[in-house]
C-alpha cells in the first residue's frame, strides 16, 4: 500500500524541491534521481498544492468545497503523478529529439517533474501566472543543464511545447465547447 500511495519521504522530497528553489541551475545540473524518487517528488508537489488551493476556499469563502475530492486527490497523487510524468517525459523527449537529436527519458523525467515545483501555488489566488511562468524558467533551465543544450536553444524548445500545449488545449475547448 505504501508504494501505491507514495507517502512516507515527504520530508527528502521537500527538500530537494527547496535545494530546486536555492540554486535551480546547480541543482539540475547534477541531479540525476531515479524515477522511483521522481515520482515521490511530483506526488509532494501535487500533494502540497491541492491543500495549498483548497485553504483559500475554506478560509473566505467560509466553506468545504469538494472535500472528498481532495482526500481522494492526495491518496491518488502519486498515481496521477506517475501519469502525468510519463507522458510529459515521452512528450518532451519526442520535441528534443526532434529538434537536437539527443534522447535521454531520465532526464526529460527530471525535467518535467521539478518543473511542477512552482505549481505548488498555482492555486493560491493571484499566483497561477507566477508560478506558470517559473515552471517554463525551471523547464529551459532543466532542459539546458540536463540535455546539455545552450539556454537559447532550451528556450526555443520550451516555448515551442508550451505553445503546441497550448494550441492543443484551445483546439479541445473549442471542439468540444464551441458548438454548445
Given at each position: ?8 519521504s515527504e520530508k527528502e522530497s521537500f527538500h530537494r524541491v527547496l535545494a530546486l528553489f536555492q540554486h535551480p541551475a546547480a541543482f539540475l545540473k547534477r541531479n540525476k534521481d531515479h524515477p522511483e524518487n521522481l ?142
Amino acid at each position: 500500500m505504501i508504494t501505491i500511495f507514495g507517502f512516507g519521504s515527504e520530508k527528502e522530497s521537500f527538500h530537494r524541491v527547496l535545494a530546486l528553489f536555492q540554486h535551480p541551475a546547480a541543482f539540475l545540473k547534477r541531479n540525476k534521481d531515479h524515477p522511483e524518487n521522481l515520482a515521490d517528488v511530483l506526488a509532494f508537489n501535487l500533494r502540497l498544492g491541492a491543500l495549498l488551493s483548497y485553504i483559500p476556499d475554506v478560509l473566505f469563502r467560509g466553506h468545504q468545497p469538494y472535500f472528498e475530492y481532495l482526500i481522494l486527490f492526495i491518496l491518488f497523487a502519486r498515481l496521477f503523478g506517475i501519469f502525468v510524468m510519463y507522458i510529459g517525459t515521452y512528450v518532451l523527449n519526442f520535441f528534443v529529439q526532434w529538434f537536437y537529436d539527443k534522447n535521454s527519458l531520465a532526464a526529460a523525467a527530471r525535467v518535467i517533474t521539478f518543473s511542477s515545483a512552482p505549481l505548488i501555488i498555482a492555486g493560491i489566488p493571484f499566483f497561477g501566472w507566477l508560478s506558470a511562468i517559473l515552471s517554463i524558467i525551471i523547464q529551459i533551465v532543466g532542459v539546458s543543464a540536463q540535455y546539455k543544450l545552450s539556454r537559447i536553444k532550451a528556450t526555443i524548445l520550451v516555448l515551442t511545447v508550451t505553445a503546441f500545449f497550448a494550441m492543443l488545449i484551445i483546439l479541445t475547448y473549442y471542439d468540444f465547447f464551441a458548438p454548445l
